[in-house]
């Protein structure tokens, strides 16, 4: 037997063919189409589905308003329809369905709707708001089956039910058909959510602290709760990761082209992890810094790489119980990678101000927003990425790092921004993991957007505004000290509201933001933020409404909200 993980659950219309082949309806594609009512549906179903199988999960009766009152009764009779059920419009079916598999501890990765569901504002707030999933918009043409698939299709007499039909019968044909397989179907690839094919990729990496859940002292539980989140249907082994410290964990998305499918992914992960660390007696921490530590060190995980590092650099490897958030955007090529990184250098001390979310450490307030910043920063190479000539230039000095020994290899290459030596992307590093997935949504979209922005102005010509390194150095530690809660220096070297230069990152990356379909959804994250202030803020807040015991609620609670 293969054990075969869903990738996504599917809502949509079970029934007979709609009209033409432009919608051929997402339930004949993954479930086999059900009912004998020619060119209508009778039903809504919800299923998982993967690229290898797809496997029903629950079923609803669907009535159009002519089906209840007087001169309905005759049918209903016929039919075997219950007293009990009445109209009701099919978005509000579909979350009663969710409702009731997530009250049995089943809830979706990523939720895809064909946009008459998705497009109901209802349907897409509902399991958001209630922490289950995302909801996913889905055109239906977008979504694909095997060729080789039949799927049960039985045949359409009329557009009246025949009195044999019954809800009883038609239940049981929906789970007795035969379930087609669903072949390429890879979020982000073949299901594009209506972008452009041009689309730039984006994938994010987080990283959490495993935290004792009434102390808040770390835990080195990381292998007990890797091994546990990943026998979870909802979380693949390549997506959870140790990391340095036997305290830390890691978590990986897909490559995702939509924010919705980041978020939707966070989401799901965070809730895997979040899981399986109350089942070792522990819990995850979304916070960039542990606000309190133990006098002895944690364990570091044991691999030759770890164990030379420990080796190199005790104290410093001591003290890396710290977490941040990693975007990789996708990029042609390691020319042009290096082309976007000149250009978006000079953001990333604003996009660290928006991520600050580390001020605690060894239970007192450091003064900082993102001590994390000023702990990394203590590796020989980190902080801001100079600028480059070009990628022999890029190539030539970590090759100058890596080849004597100064640094054992191009891992520990930790500048704010640089290529990805395993995917073709470019890695933007400055940001604190956040609080909430949504936050950590905001910061994806920013870099995507300056990614974008440093295309086009690479393709376009358009002069490079020099930053000198010493004032990018000073700008990020402006960043980390203040967070927004102050001023910061914009990319042109002046000191201004931290409100100031949030609008000009908005209106530099805007056109960026409308061509991906990200504007709406980044821009009210952003009014959000400033609104209530960054993790660093809300800590704070936390710690002096109810001290430690605050901040422990704050920053556990946050593994599994949106």
């Known amino acids: ?89 099919k978005w509000q079916l579909a979350l009663d369905m969710l409702d009731e598999l997530d009250g049995n501890g089943v809830r979706p990765a990523v939720l895809a709707a064909d946009t008459r569901y998705g497009a109901h504002a209802d349907l897409r707030r509902g399991p958001e708001d209630r922490g289950q999933a995302r909801v996913l918009q889905v055109k239906a043409e977008m ?47 073949h299901i594009r959510f209506g972008v452009p094919p041009s689309m730039i990729t984006v994938g994010v990496e987080e990283e959490y602290l495993l935290v004792n859940p009434l102390t808040l002292l770390p835990t080195p539980l990381v292998q007990q709760v890797r091994a546990t989140a990943c026998l979870t249907p909802i979380a693949g082994e390549r997506e959870v990761q140790d990391e340095l410290l036997q305290a830390q964990i890691e978590v990986a998305t897909p490559v995702c082209t939509a924010l919705v499918e980041v978020g939707g992914h966070l989401l799901r992960l965070r809730q895997a992890v979040a899981a399986a660390a109350q089942a070792n007696g522990c819990r995850i921490a979304v916070s960039a810094t542990a606000p309190v530590r133990s006098a002895s060190p944690v364990p570091i995980t044991s691999t030759a790489r770890y164990v030379k590092m420990q080796e190199e650099a005790r ?75 070009g990628l022999a230039d890029y190539e030539a000095r970590a090759e100058a790092l890596v080849k004597p020994g100064v640094i054992p290899d191009r891992g520990q290459l930790y500048w704010h921004a640089r290529l990805s030596e395993r995917y073709p992307t470019v890695e933007v590093r400055c940001c604190d993991v956040q ?13 995507r957007g300056l990614a974008a922005t440093a295309l086009a102005e690479e393709k376009a010509g358009v002069a490079l505004a020099p930053c000198r ?92 909200t949106a």
């Open 469 to 560: 390194a010493e004032l990018l150095q000073a700008a990020t530690w402006h960043a980390a000290r203040h967070g927004l809660g102050s001023t910061l220096v914009d990319p042109a070297g002046r000191l201004r509201s931290s409100g100031d230069v949030l609008n000009a990152l908005l209106r530099y990356i805007g056109p960026a933001l409308e061509e991906n379909g990200d504007h709406r959804e980044v821009t009210s994250l952003v009014h959000r933020l400033r609104q209530r202030g960054t993790a660093a803020d809300r800590q704070r807040r936390a710690l002096a409404e109810a001290g430690l015991p605050g901040v422990r609620d704050l920053i556990t609670a946050g593994a599994t």
């Open 143 to 189: 979504t694909a089956y095997g060729e080789d698939a039949e799927p049960h299709q039985p045949p359409a007499a009329s557009r009246q039910p025949p009195a044999a039909a019954t809800v009883e019968q038609t239940r049981e044909e929906h789970w007795n058909a035969p379930h087609c397989v669903v072949t390429g179907l890879h979020l982000g690839d």
């Open 1 to 89: 037997m293969r054990v075969v993980r869903p990738q996504v659950w599917v809502v949509d219309d079970t029934g007979s063919p709609k009209d033409g082949t432009a919608s051929p309806g997402v339930a004949r594609q993954y479930s086999g189409t059900l009912g004998t009512v020619g060119n209508g549906q009778i039903g809504v179903s919800v299923h998982a589905a993967s690229d290898a199988a797809s496997c029903p999960l629950s079923w609803r009766l669907f009535l159009a308003a002519a089906w209840d009152g007087p001169d309905a009764e005759a049918g209903r009779r016929a039919c075997k329809i219950p007293d009990t059920a009445h109209p009701r419009a």
């Open 315 to 389: 104290l410093l490897v001591d003290e890396q119980l710290i977490c941040g958030i990693h975007v990789h955007v996708g990029v042609p090529d390691r020319e042009t990678g290096v082309a976007v990184l000149n250009r978006l250098r000079v953001w990333l001390p604003t996009l660290l101000a928006m991520s600050a979310n580390g001020p605690l450490w060894d239970g007192r307030d450091t003064g900082f927003a993102s001590w994390r910043t000023i702990v990394f920063g203590r590796w020989p190479v980190s902080g801001p990425p100079p600028h480059f000539a």
């Open 435 to 447: 609080l909430e997935a949504d936050d950590a949504v905001i910061l994806a979209g920013v870099v």
